[in-house]
């Protein structure tokens, strides 16, 4: 099992020690390191920045959104910034749900994600491996574009610049039953947002086909600390804002994963309590287990105990969400 050091998103401003950790990382061996977006910086840019003050750890998007780009931008992002690394780029992408794409893209959550999952990744593939020009007749995604309010004009193009890698590494973040195990057929990896190492039997049927070569890259928060309950807050405080805030009462994947994962009263109940303003209480009535489940934290003896757990399944990479430079290191010697 590899890691991976996870970045996510820009708060307020640009992450001062985004650029130390990456370097740290690379120090210690970590085999990749990741950037996210949500509503605020985006994915690649960041990870141009930290390529260009690195020079061996891979470089992974997790997630860049769909519904930010056409397939045929992201491409061109990930050849870019593929060539510029010397062949290092990972690309990973997600869907993202109805209030994220409709309420900040501006755009309508499609209908059939599944559908649109796959045309994107057809086309993303298409412009990769440069065989021909770009052409789908697809629903979400037709290259080139036949719609009503269209002039007729567009004619199949091929990406003027040569791909570095044609079978550039492309990874997906499924939430869905369906749209996990669409994603171990077309892609070359799953993110999953949460994985519990106890808890298999969440994703087994998803996961039957898996294929050799294939990569699991969960996230886990990670703290070296005395005090589990107080290492766990914002493992929780992480938890009450996505399975509260990021989705629609009436459709909220993160949640319905928690569900899935065995704690379906849990996870109506902090949405619950965080659609109605009490955040704090949101954040309290995450179950310590749950949080304690996905992450690693505590002493060095309980991580690596823990750590064990994480190895003896299918995970290939865990991408550890950790700003203290410490941790990163534990990790490390505990790993290697």
């Given at each position: 099992m590899?890691?991976?050091?996870?970045?996510?998103?820009?708060?307020?401003?640009?992450?001062?020690?985004?650029?130390?950790?990456?370097?740290?990382a690379?120090r210690?061996?970590?085999h990749s390191?990741w950037?996210?977006?949500?509503w605020?910086?985006?994915?690649?840019?960041?990870?141009?920045?930290?390529?260009?003050?690195?020079?061996?750890?891979?470089?992974?998007?997790?997630?860049?959104?769909?519904?930010?780009?056409?397939?045929?931008?992201t491409?061109?992002?990930?050849?870019?910034?593929?060539?510029?690394?010397?062949?290092?780029?990972?690309?990973?992408?997600?869907?993202?749900?109805?209030?994220?794409?409709?309420?900040?893209?501006?755009?309508?959550f499609?209908?059939s994600?599944?559908?649109?999952?796959?045309?994107?990744?057809?086309?993303?593939?298409?412009?990769?491996?440069?065989?021909?020009?770009?052409e789908?007749?697809?629903?979400?995604?037709?290259?080139?574009?036949?719609?009503?309010d269209?002039?007729?004009?567009?004619?199949?193009?091929?990406s003027?610049?040569?791909?570095?890698?044609a079978?550039l590494?492309?990874?997906l973040?499924?939430?869905?039953?369906?749209?996990?195990?669409?994603?171990?057929?077309?892609?070359?990896g799953?993110?999953?947002?949460?994985?519990s190492?106890?808890?298999p039997?969440?994703?087994?049927?998803?996961?039957?086909?898996?294929r050799?070569?294939?990569?699991?890259?969960?996230?886990?928060?990670?703290?070296?600390?005395?005090?589990?309950?107080?290492?766990?807050?914002?493992v929780k405080?992480?938890?009450?804002?996505?399975?509260?805030?990021?989705g629609?009462?009436?459709?909220?994947?993160?949640?319905?994963?928690?569900?899935?994962?065995?704690?379906?009263?849990?996870a109506r109940?902090v949405?619950?309590?965080?659609?109605?303003?009490?955040?704090?209480?949101?954040?309290?009535?995450?179950?310590?287990?749950?949080?304690?489940d996905?992450s690693?934290?505590g002493?060095?003896?309980?991580?690596?105990?823990?750590?064990?757990?994480?190895r003896?399944?299918?995970?290939?990479?865990?991408?550890?969400?950790?700003?203290?430079?410490p941790?990163?290191?534990?990790?490390?010697?505990?790993?290697?």
């Amino acid at each position: 099992m590899r890691l991976g050091l996870a970045l996510g998103y820009w708060g307020r401003g640009p992450s001062a020690d985004h650029v130390p950790l990456a370097q740290e990382a690379e120090r210690l061996g970590y085999h990749s390191v990741w950037t996210a977006e949500s509503w605020g910086s985006d994915a690649f840019t960041p990870l141009t920045w930290i390529a260009a003050q690195t020079s061996r750890i891979k470089l992974g998007t997790a997630v860049a959104q769909m519904a930010a780009r056409s397939p045929t931008t992201t491409a061109m992002h990930a050849l870019t910034l593929d060539h510029l690394s010397g062949g290092r780029m990972m690309l990973g992408l997600g869907l993202s749900g109805p209030q994220v794409v409709e309420g900040w893209y501006g755009r309508p959550f499609p209908k059939s994600p599944l559908t649109a999952t796959r045309e994107y990744v057809d086309v993303v593939r298409q412009v990769l491996r440069r065989e021909a020009p770009v052409e789908l007749d697809g629903r979400f995604h037709s290259h080139p574009y036949r719609g009503p309010d269209g002039t007729g004009l567009g004619k199949p193009l091929k990406s003027i610049t040569h791909p570095l890698r044609a079978e550039l590494p492309v990874l997906l973040g499924a939430e869905g039953p369906k749209n996990i195990a669409q994603t171990t057929r077309i892609a070359d990896g799953w993110l999953p947002l949460y994985w519990s190492p106890t808890r298999p039997q969440a994703y087994e049927a998803s996961l039957a086909d898996l294929r050799d070569g294939f990569l699991i890259a969960p996230m886990a928060r990670a703290h070296v600390c005395d005090d589990l309950a107080e290492g766990l807050l914002p493992v929780k405080a992480m938890l009450g804002f996505y399975i509260g805030g990021m989705g629609h009462a009436a459709r909220n994947f993160h949640a319905d994963l928690m569900a899935r994962m065995g704690f379906e009263e849990e996870a109506r109940r902090v949405q619950e309590l965080f659609l109605a303003g009490r955040r704090e209480e949101a954040v309290l009535a995450v179950p310590d287990a749950f949080a304690d489940d996905i992450s690693l934290v505590g002493p060095r003896e309980r991580i690596a105990e823990r750590l064990e757990l994480w190895r003896k399944g299918p995970v290939t990479d865990l991408l550890v969400l950790s700003s203290d430079p410490p941790t990163l290191r534990v990790l490390a010697e505990l790993n290697s």
